[in-house]
């Protein structure tokens, strides 16, 4: 999910990934659930930039149901360098990128 994010952006997700070879591993996550969905139920999901670290961000996701709160997760994630595969700091782009997609 945290690849919607980069839907507005050109190339998208696959060119973070692909050329410009930055990776977002998980390195935490945390899920806060406070009803229940069952099969077949319609639900969204708004994605937005929680905190922005030297080598790591944190997404929220807020899981709704006919205006309903589901359920928050909260995932952490390295910025990482795809070839070396080790965390990176975040340049100034990526941090703009994050911040333009902070909620309130």
Do not use: W
Not at 12 to 34: C, L, T
Not at 61 to 79: D, K
């Amino acid at each position: 999910m945290l690849e919607s994010l980069f839907n507005s952006e050109p190339g998208g997700y696959a060119h973070v990934i692909n050329v410009r070879r930055i990776g977002f591993p998980v390195v935490h996550i945390e899920s806060d659930f406070r009803s229940s969905l069952r099969y077949g139920d319609t639900f969204r999901c708004e994605c937005s930039t929680e905190r922005i670290g030297n080598k790591s961000i944190t997404i929220r996701y807020e899981f709704s149901n006919e205006e309903t709160s589901v359920a928050t997760i909260l995932q952490t994630v390295a910025v990482t360098d795809l070839k070396t595969m080790r965390a990176i700091p975040i340049n100034d782009e990526l941090r703009a990128f994050f911040e333009r997609h902070r909620k309130g």
